[in-house]
């Protein structure tokens, strides 16, 4: 019913003698899902997503989001793109029965992800797991035209002609913890985005770095199962701000991108040096524990091993534990990604492109990838990498240039049709001469030949 226009527009282009795929998307998690389905709506159907996770396991809800439920309000939609069967609702609904979706409160997170993986069957998309992108390269098509050899974790080279990278948090970056931690046995520390054995913590003291959510996640969780957990904020008050819930406005998700750039650095920058704090059903879930303990002003400077424990040294004189938890959130650093690494100083960053007033300068903002209109990464020096057009990112790092579009649910909606566009705009531009045979070649006569046979019903 909403599938207007239905004419097919595509035709395969050749990589030595085979078709290269029109659109290989990294990342099958929800961003990744949503994209192929937009795209396939649009009627690029040669597509390939590809996800290292097994599958079900693709994302962050069966993997590290430790929270019961979403923290987006349940009647937000984002994978849906507008069409109301495929909602959460509906989904709901359909599973639970009729009406179920309204004596909701907030959306389980294991509901979420028994929904995304209906999302992906009924769709049908073409996902492959089990494999990574480890390198990009560019290439030409055997018409001449442009593509990008993509890399994988077997040894394959795929030939794609744009490439979407959907990686999530860490895609242009690190999971980002004090190398003093790092340095520690790693059966002793963990950050919020690894596979932690909680049982393994029963009965055993546990410090936690941060007071984010995430930070707060894994505290609850080590809580629950029998842990003594300390939180360490380095300031004397936790932020209690949720930023993120402000900018959840069609003005802001829809036009920031299309703002000069010292709006977009100054809001940005306003939202993500604040830190987001913690959700208030977050704080009550660890307050309803004896042996939570919040340290406030007391950051971490150092850490290593003493008598078979963690010795933390803190501003406040140093602190024993057996586990420590870094709720640290991310660093971005286009270098650390191998799939990137190759190209890594040719792309433009915002410190490249944007020079901030006195009092507003901030190093670590500096470091996203400053992107196109379509997402896709800009060139640091013009010329020198015209490839990089074809790259789209849709993950935490377009965050400065576009605010939270590719890493939150409730930017979907608006900031994956602007993506797949820019994807589709390439895809048409790279096919004008083949458009303008088919245009030439139109053939009038069997046009009004169709057109009598179909008033008069043949």
């Given at each position: 019913?909403?599938?207007?226009?239905?004419?097919?527009?595509?035709?395969?282009?050749?990589?030595?003698?085979?078709?290269?795929?029109?659109?290989?998307?990294?990342?099958?998690?929800?961003s990744?899902?949503?994209?192929?389905?937009?795209?396939m709506r649009?009627?690029?159907?040669?597509?390939?997503?590809?996800?290292r996770?097994?599958?079900?396991?693709?994302?962050?809800?069966?993997?590290?989001?430790?929270m019961?439920?979403?923290?987006?309000?349940?009647?937000?939609?984002?994978?849906?793109?507008?069409?109301?069967s495929?909602?959460?609702?509906?989904?709901?609904?359909a599973?639970?029965?009729?009406?179920?979706?309204?004596?909701?409160?907030?959306?389980?997170?294991?509901?979420?992800?028994?929904?995304?993986?209906?999302?992906?069957?009924?769709?049908?998309?073409?996902?492959?797991?089990?494999?990574?992108?480890?390198?990009?390269?560019?290439?030409?098509?055997?018409?001449?035209?442009?593509?990008?050899?993509?890399?994988?974790?077997?040894?394959?080279?795929?030939?794609?002609r744009?490439?979407?990278?959907?990686?999530?948090?860490?895609?242009?970056?690190?999971?980002?913890?004090?190398?003093?931690?790092?340095?520690?046995?790693?059966?002793?520390?963990?950050?919020?985005?690894?596979?932690?054995?909680?049982e393994?913590?029963?009965?055993?003291?546990?410090?936690?770095?941060?007071?984010?959510a995430?930070?707060?996640?894994?505290?609850?969780?080590?809580l629950?199962?029998?842990?003594?957990?300390?939180?360490?904020?380095?300031?004397?008050?936790?932020?209690?701000?949720?930023?993120?819930?402000?900018?959840?406005?069609?003005?802001?998700?829809?036009?920031?991108g299309?703002?000069?750039?010292?709006?977009?650095?100054?809001?940005?920058r306003?939202i993500?040096?604040?830190?987001?704090?913690?959700?208030?059903?977050?704080?009550?879930?660890?307050?309803?524990?004896p042996?939570?303990?919040?340290?406030?002003?007391?950051?971490?400077?150092?850490?290593?091993?003493?008598?078979?424990?963690?010795?933390?040294?803190?501003?406040r004189?140093?602190?024993?534990?057996d586990y420590?938890?870094?709720?640290t959130?991310?660093?971005?650093?286009?270098h650390?990604?191998?799939?990137?690494?190759?190209?890594a100083?040719?792309?433009?960053?915002?410190s490249h492109?944007?020079?901030?007033?006195?009092?507003?300068?901030?190093?670590?903002?500096?470091?996203y990838?400053?992107?196109?209109?379509?997402?896709?990464?800009?060139?640091?020096?013009?010329?020198?990498?015209?490839?990089?057009?074809?790259?789209?990112?849709?993950?935490?790092?377009?965050?400065?240039?576009?605010?939270p579009?590719?890493?939150?649910?409730?930017?979907?909606?608006?900031?994956?049709?602007?993506?797949?566009?820019?994807?589709?705009?390439?895809?048409?531009?790279?096919?004008?001469?083949?458009?303008?045979?088919?245009?030439l070649?139109?053939?009038?006569?069997?046009?009004?030949?169709?057109?009598n046979?179909?008033?008069?019903?043949?």
């Amino acid at each position: 019913m909403t599938a207007h226009p239905r004419m097919e527009w595509m035709v395969p282009r050749l990589y030595r003698g085979r078709p290269a795929l029109d659109a290989l998307i990294v990342g099958a998690g929800q961003s990744g899902m949503c994209i192929g389905f937009a795209l396939m709506r649009e009627r690029v159907r040669n597509i390939l997503l590809i996800d290292r996770a097994p599958e079900g396991r693709e994302g962050i809800w069966s993997a590290f989001a430790r929270m019961p439920t979403l923290r987006s309000p349940k009647d937000q939609t984002g994978p849906d793109l507008g069409m109301p069967s495929l909602t959460f609702e509906a989904w709901y609904d359909a599973v639970k029965g009729p009406g179920s979706f309204a004596g909701l409160g907030l959306i389980p997170t294991d509901a979420w992800h028994d929904y995304l993986q209906w999302y992906r069957r009924v769709l049908a998309l073409p996902i492959r797991n089990d494999v990574a992108a480890t390198a990009i390269a560019p290439a030409e098509l055997d018409d001449g035209g442009r593509c990008l050899l993509v890399t994988l974790s077997t040894g394959e080279v795929l030939a794609a002609r744009k490439l979407v990278l959907a990686t999530g948090q860490d895609g242009t970056g690190e999971w980002w913890m004090p190398d003093f931690v790092r340095a520690l046995p790693p059966d002793r520390r963990a950050h919020t985005c690894e596979a932690i054995d909680f049982e393994r913590l029963r009965g055993r003291t546990v410090a936690v770095l941060g007071t984010g959510a995430s930070a707060m996640d894994n505290a609850a969780v080590a809580l629950e199962h029998g842990a003594d957990v300390h939180l360490f904020c380095r300031r004397a008050e936790p932020s209690v701000v949720q930023r993120y819930r402000w900018l959840t406005f069609a003005g802001f998700l829809r036009h920031l991108g299309e703002m000069p750039d010292e709006w977009r650095w100054r809001i940005m920058r306003n939202i993500l040096s604040a830190r987001e704090g913690f959700p208030a059903d977050t704080y009550r879930r660890v307050m309803a524990f004896p042996n939570f303990t919040m340290q406030l002003g007391r950051n971490w400077t150092d850490a290593r091993m003493e008598d078979g424990r963690i010795r933390l040294e803190t501003e406040r004189g140093p602190f024993h534990a057996d586990y420590a938890i870094c709720g640290t959130g991310i660093r971005q650093d286009v270098h650390l990604r191998p799939e990137l690494a190759g190209f890594a100083g040719k792309i433009a960053l915002w410190s490249h492109r944007y020079t901030p007033p006195p009092g507003e300068d901030d190093e670590l903002l500096g470091a996203y990838p400053y992107l196109g209109p379509d997402y896709a990464f800009l060139e640091r020096t013009p010329g020198e990498a015209p490839f990089l057009a074809d790259i789209h990112l849709f993950g935490i790092g377009s965050t400065v240039s576009f605010g939270p579009s590719g890493s939150s649910i409730n930017a979907m909606t608006t900031a994956v049709p602007k993506v797949v566009a820019g994807v589709t705009r390439g895809l048409f531009a790279g096919d004008l001469q083949r458009h303008w045979q088919s245009l030439l070649a139109y053939d009038v006569k069997q046009v009004e030949l169709d057109w009598n046979r179909m008033e008069r019903g043949d």
